[in-house]
Protein backbone atom coordinates (compact mmCIF):
# COMPACT_ATOMS: atom_id res chain seq x y z
CA UNK A 1 0.00 0.00 0.00
CA UNK A 2 1.60 3.43 -0.84
CA UNK A 3 1.79 6.09 1.36
CA UNK A 4 -1.56 8.31 1.89
CA UNK A 5 -0.22 11.97 0.50
CA UNK A 6 -2.26 15.29 2.20
CA UNK A 7 -2.52 18.53 1.81
CA UNK A 8 -4.16 20.73 4.31
CA UNK A 9 -4.66 24.28 3.47
CA UNK A 10 -6.11 27.37 5.43
CA UNK A 11 -5.74 31.14 4.72
CA UNK A 12 -2.80 31.74 7.62
CA UNK A 13 -1.07 28.29 8.02
CA UNK A 14 -0.65 28.96 11.71
CA UNK A 15 -3.69 27.14 13.36
CA UNK A 16 -6.16 24.70 11.60
CA UNK A 17 -3.97 23.66 8.75
CA UNK A 18 -0.73 23.38 10.96
CA UNK A 19 -2.72 21.13 13.53
CA UNK A 20 -4.68 18.77 10.76
CA UNK A 21 -1.27 17.65 9.43
CA UNK A 22 -0.35 17.34 13.17
CA UNK A 23 -3.04 14.62 13.31
CA UNK A 24 -2.25 13.31 10.36
CA UNK A 25 0.77 12.21 11.18
CA UNK A 26 -0.21 10.99 14.96
CA UNK A 27 -3.28 8.98 13.27
CA UNK A 28 -2.12 7.83 10.25
CA UNK A 29 1.90 6.86 11.57
CA UNK A 30 3.86 5.83 8.24
CA UNK A 31 1.29 5.13 6.43
CA UNK A 32 0.88 9.25 6.11
CA UNK A 33 2.75 11.78 4.48
CA UNK A 34 1.27 15.26 4.86
CA UNK A 35 1.76 18.73 4.23
CA UNK A 36 0.35 22.04 5.36
CA UNK A 37 0.09 25.88 3.90
CA UNK A 38 -1.39 28.49 3.70
CA UNK A 39 -2.64 31.09 0.81
CA UNK A 40 -1.90 34.13 2.39
CA UNK A 41 0.73 32.53 5.67
CA UNK A 42 1.65 33.96 8.51
CA UNK A 43 4.99 33.11 8.59
CA UNK A 44 4.37 31.76 12.46
CA UNK A 45 2.52 28.83 13.74
CA UNK A 46 0.19 30.09 16.82
CA UNK A 47 1.38 29.87 20.17
CA UNK A 48 -1.94 28.80 20.82
CA UNK A 49 -1.91 25.98 18.75
CA UNK A 50 1.16 25.08 19.53
CA UNK A 51 0.07 25.21 23.50
CA UNK A 52 -2.70 23.02 22.39
CA UNK A 53 -1.24 20.60 20.73
CA UNK A 54 1.61 20.42 23.25
CA UNK A 55 -1.38 19.12 25.82
CA UNK A 56 -1.13 15.79 23.49
CA UNK A 57 2.25 15.65 23.55
CA UNK A 58 3.06 16.78 19.95
CA UNK A 59 5.22 19.33 19.27
CA UNK A 60 4.16 21.80 16.93
CA UNK A 61 6.95 24.29 17.06
CA UNK A 62 8.86 22.22 15.21
CA UNK A 63 6.70 22.94 12.31
CA UNK A 64 6.73 25.89 9.72
CA UNK A 65 4.49 28.46 8.57
CA UNK A 66 3.97 27.71 4.38
CA UNK A 67 2.99 29.08 1.34
CA UNK A 68 1.26 27.35 -1.36
CA UNK A 69 4.12 27.54 -3.84
CA UNK A 70 6.51 25.96 -0.74
CA UNK A 71 4.43 22.66 -0.91
CA UNK A 72 3.85 22.45 -4.66
CA UNK A 73 6.88 20.31 -5.17
CA UNK A 74 5.47 17.41 -3.05
CA UNK A 75 2.10 17.63 -5.57
CA UNK A 76 0.01 15.55 -6.66
CA UNK A 77 -1.37 14.82 -3.44
CA UNK A 78 -4.29 12.10 -2.90
CA UNK A 79 -6.46 14.61 -1.30
CA UNK A 80 -6.21 18.46 -0.45
CA UNK A 81 -8.45 19.39 2.29
CA UNK A 82 -9.08 23.29 2.78
CA UNK A 83 -10.43 24.85 5.79
CA UNK A 84 -13.60 26.88 4.60
CA UNK A 85 -11.31 29.69 3.27
CA UNK A 86 -13.50 30.26 0.62
CA UNK A 87 -11.81 32.19 -2.79
CA UNK A 88 -8.53 32.22 -1.28
CA UNK A 89 -8.32 28.53 -2.10
CA UNK A 90 -6.13 27.75 -4.71
CA UNK A 91 -6.44 24.51 -7.23
CA UNK A 92 -3.22 21.93 -6.35
CA UNK A 93 -3.00 18.42 -8.34
CA UNK A 94 -4.86 16.11 -6.27
CA UNK A 95 -7.35 13.37 -6.83
CA UNK A 96 -10.48 14.59 -4.23
CA UNK A 97 -10.73 17.88 -2.76
CA UNK A 98 -12.27 18.80 0.42
CA UNK A 99 -13.31 21.39 2.33
CA UNK A 100 -14.15 21.37 5.99
CA UNK A 101 -16.20 24.24 7.37
CA UNK A 102 -13.63 24.73 10.82
CA UNK A 103 -14.02 27.83 12.95
CA UNK A 104 -10.62 30.02 12.41
CA UNK A 105 -9.86 29.43 16.76
CA UNK A 106 -7.46 32.41 16.18
CA UNK A 107 -8.76 34.42 18.48
CA UNK A 108 -10.77 32.10 20.87
CA UNK A 109 -9.98 30.99 24.23
CA UNK A 110 -8.28 27.94 25.21
CA UNK A 111 -11.35 25.72 26.08
CA UNK A 112 -13.04 26.72 22.67
CA UNK A 113 -9.77 26.35 20.87
CA UNK A 114 -9.45 23.07 22.30
CA UNK A 115 -12.77 22.12 20.67
CA UNK A 116 -11.73 23.21 17.41
CA UNK A 117 -8.32 21.04 18.17
CA UNK A 118 -9.99 17.79 18.84
CA UNK A 119 -12.84 18.74 15.70
CA UNK A 120 -9.73 18.61 13.99
CA UNK A 121 -8.62 15.33 15.09
CA UNK A 122 -12.04 13.81 14.61
CA UNK A 123 -12.57 14.97 10.87
CA UNK A 124 -8.74 13.80 10.31
CA UNK A 125 -9.38 10.21 11.65
CA UNK A 126 -12.47 10.05 9.79
CA UNK A 127 -10.60 10.75 6.53
CA UNK A 128 -8.29 8.57 7.43
CA UNK A 129 -10.50 5.73 7.66
CA UNK A 130 -12.04 6.21 4.54
CA UNK A 131 -9.62 4.94 2.56
Known sequence: MSKKKL???CV???NRSQMSQ???LIHGGSGVEAYSAG???SGIVNPKAIAAMGELGYD???HD???????EAFAPFDIVVTM???DACPWMPAKKFIDWQIPD???MDPAAFNEVRDLISAKVKALLEEG
Do not use: M
Open 7 to 9: LFV
Open 105 to 107: PKH
Open 12 to 14: ENS
Open 60 to 62: LSK
Open 84 to 86: GCG
Open 65 to 71: SKSLTEV
Open 22 to 24: AYA
Open 39 to 41: SKP
